[in-house]
Nanobody, 121 residues
Framework: QLVESGGGLVQPGGSLRLSCGASQVTTPYIARGWFRQAPGKGREGVACISSSGRINYLDSVKDRFTISRDNGKNTVDLQMNNLEPEDSGVYYC?????????????????WGQGTQVTVSS
């Protein structure tokens, strides 16, 4: 089970930190990904991190978002800086066996319920 927290309303240029906690999601589903879905759009892979720390990002967030993990606490965080209105949506944490350069929802069998991020003035 994956549980996200940390969403909310923020002004453009602001920051948010999302956190994903996991229970009963074990080996081999150790890789974690963050996805987002805006109204009327498909689910988009934002960032992922493997058990060894290999990281991939969506190009549009590469210089603004940072994914990190604490293996001892079994948590994965997404630090989001310089947020833009286009970053708005429901953000989901997901678990997979690997983190690939193409962060595809089809690779992730386990999902959290999502947390809303709204970037607006």
């Amino acid at each position: 089970q994956l549980v996200e927290s940390g969403g909310g309303l923020v002004q453009p240029g602001g920051s948010l930190r999302l956190s994903c906690g996991a229970s009963q999601v074990t080996t081999p589903y150790i890789a974690r990904g963050w996805f987002r879905q805006a109204p009327g759009k498909g689910r988009e892979g934002v960032a992922c991190i493997s058990s060894s720390g290999r990281i991939n990002y969506l190009d549009s967030v590469k210089d603004r978002f940072t994914i990190s993990r604490d293996n001892g606490k079994n948590t994965v965080d997404l630090q989001m800086n310089n947020l833009e209105p286009e970053d708005s949506g429901v953000y989901y944490c997901a678990a997979s066996t690997y983190c690939s350069a193409q962060i595809s929802a089809a690779q992730y069998p386990f999902w959290g319920q999502g947390t809303q991020v709204t970037v607006s003035s």
